[in-house]
């Protein structure tokens, strides 16, 4: 069973009810935001409209925030959720600086980060996730189980991600993924590595062999 | 969205673990000399070397809050993150660079040590080679980690893969001159000719590892620009307050003067070294400072 959410632009009408409802569930403290609404304009005056699009954690299947973590405290889950443990983060914030949707917080109050939960522990007692059970206008939907058939069925292709936009137009133009974006930290690692160490080996062999030269006065 | 995240203590550690990795390959080279000043220079660099560790340890502990955080990290290893990688790395290094810095005290000072002091290994060449040999592997690392830990971010100024290179060649630069500067320290009245020889080797490395390092800088500019992704991060570099402490700080105060000084004939004198690994020393700590901040636009 594979959790989905999906948003649906048409329909919001941008209250912010998913955001205050998110904050109260998870007792995020002021500043910040697990869920955000944002307003964009799109097309010039006088055809112009205005539209509003609410994000939170996409919850990737290669996730860049799990790779990051040093500590352990970033989980993703059998069910496709990745999961933040609290007790074990440390607030190293390598999972900011390595997200590409700039998803997780830092709670400077707690010294932890911070992120979407999938609301894990309403799911398990059969409810829907705080933000689509008081969305006003039922623009955020919740599927239970959203393997990709049922994605493809219902919402076209959605691989890779447990967050799914419904809008008009490129999913770009709304800072949406598209297409699912590559682990930023584990694409061509052992390559970027390499580009330190090759180099390095060679100029300490070099300094190595000098100091030996030295002494036998070939300079 | 421009979440500091990352400050000063980061940019402080960066630095230290470089001046470790730098210094334990200056020490673990002069150990295999003979003369007066390449054994105070390896006792002294090598002595460096954990003490440069644990000050950025200590800065890391101290970003981190809660001293108990750390260790959590210890408990872990995710092979995927540089930065849990990171943290093996310079463990690693920090014991081997300790147990290398034992081998190089003087004998009565070392036997002072309680439980360990007495014990015969101390004195064993092939122990210490050993240790050299693979502290400078974990050093070679310690300074690469420096760099990916930067690169693999979504940051455009850190995703440049000139960054690891950059950051090694930094790290050697500022451990041999914070290696050089402590034996200068302790040798200056007893006996300063002894740091001729150890200098004149310094010098010569200098000679290939400024140049080296400038090129890796511009093409770090160079790069940044040429990319459409990164370009205003390129711009916002080399312009402003941070493009001050670029050009003046990391490129003529740390590679252009210290290269003139070095491509010099004749030998550098004593104040000169003074003014060089003081120059080399600023300059790699303000890398990591410009470099840290103004990736995340906070300076």
Not at chain 1, 6 to 14: A, W
Not at chain 2, 85 to 99: K, M, N, R
Not at chain 2, 127 to 151: D, E, H, S
Not at chain 2, 231 to 243: F, K, P, Q
Request: aromatic share 10%.
């Amino acid at each position: 069973m594979e959790p989905l959410i999906v948003f649906d632009s048409k329909k919001c009408i941008g209250c912010h009810s998913c955001e205050v409802a998110c904050q109260l569930e998870n007792d995020a403290p002021p500043g910040v935001q697990l869920r955000r609404v944002q307003t964009h304009v799109s097309g010039k005056f006088p055809e112009s409209n205005t539209f509003s699009i609410s994000t939170a954690c996409f919850h990737c299947n290669d996730p860049s925030c799990v790779s990051a973590c040093p500590a352990g405290a970033l989980v993703r889950r059998p069910d496709g959720i990745v999961e933040h443990v609290r007790n074990r983060c440390i607030g190293c914030g390598y999972c900011i600086q390595t997200c590409p949707f700039h998803v997780p917080q830092f709670s400077p109050a707690q010294h932890t980060m911070r992120k979407c939960s999938f609301c894990i522990l309403r799911i398990a007692y059969a409810k829907q996730p705080a933000c689509v059970a008081k969305c006003a206008t039922g623009a955020l939907t919740f599927l239970s189980d959203g393997r990709p058939a049922a994605r493809t069925a219902a919402y076209g292709s959605a691989e890779g991600l447990h967050m799914v936009y419904e809008v008009e137009g490129k999913a770009k133009e709304y800072a949406l993924p598209e297409p699912v974006p590559l682990n930023t930290v584990t694409s061509y690692q052992l390559g970027k590595w390499l580009m330190g160490l090759l180099p390095g080996a060679a100029l300490l062999a070099w300094l190595w062999k000098s100091a030996d030269d030295q002494e036998t006065g070939h300079e | 969205m421009n979440e500091i995240t990352w400050e000063v203590p980061v940019a402080v550690d960066l630095f230290f673990a470089g001046v470790g990795a730098g210094s334990f390959c200056l020490a673990a080279i002069a150990a295999r000399k003979n003369g007066p000043g390449w054994e105070a220079c390896s006792r002294m660099s090598s002595l460096l070397a954990p003490l440069a560790v644990v000050i950025g340890l200590c800065m890391l502990i101290l970003d981190l809050r809660n001293k108990t955080r750390f260790w959590v990290t210890l408990r872990v290893l995710n092979v995927d993150s540089p930065m849990s990688i990171g943290v093996w790395l310079l463990s690693s290094f920090f014991l081997v660079s300790l147990l290398f810095a034992v081998c190089e005290l003087p004998r009565s000072t070392r036997q002072r040590i309680p439980w360990i002091g007495t014990l015969s290994v101390w004195d064993r060449r092939e122990w210490k080679n050993a240790l050299g040999i693979i502290g400078i592997l974990l050093a070679l690392g310690v300074a690469v980690y420096t760099g990916v830990l930067l690169l693999v971010s979504i940051i455009p100024l850190w995703r440049n893969l000139s960054l690891p290179i950059l950051f090694f060649l930094s790290a050697m630069c500022t451990g041999f001159a914070g290696g050089s500067l402590l034996t200068m320290l302790s040798t200056r009245k007893r006996n300063p000719d002894a740091m001729k020889a150890p200098i004149r080797y310094i010098k010569r490395s200098y000679r290939v590892i400024l140049p080296f390092y400038l090129f890796a800088a511009l093409a770090f500019v160079i790069s940044l620009s040429l990319s459409s992704a990164s370009r205003t991060e390129a711009i916002h570099l080399i312009t402003g307050w941070s493009g001050l402490i670029w050009w003046a700080g990391v490129i003529a105060l740390g590679i252009i003067a210290p290269l003139i000084l070095v491509m010099r004939r004749g030998e550098i004198r004593f104040n000169q070294c003074w003014f060089l690994f003081g120059c080399v020393l600023i300059s790699g700590f303000l890398l990591r400072i410009v470099l840290v901040l103004a990736g995340q636009r906070a300076l």
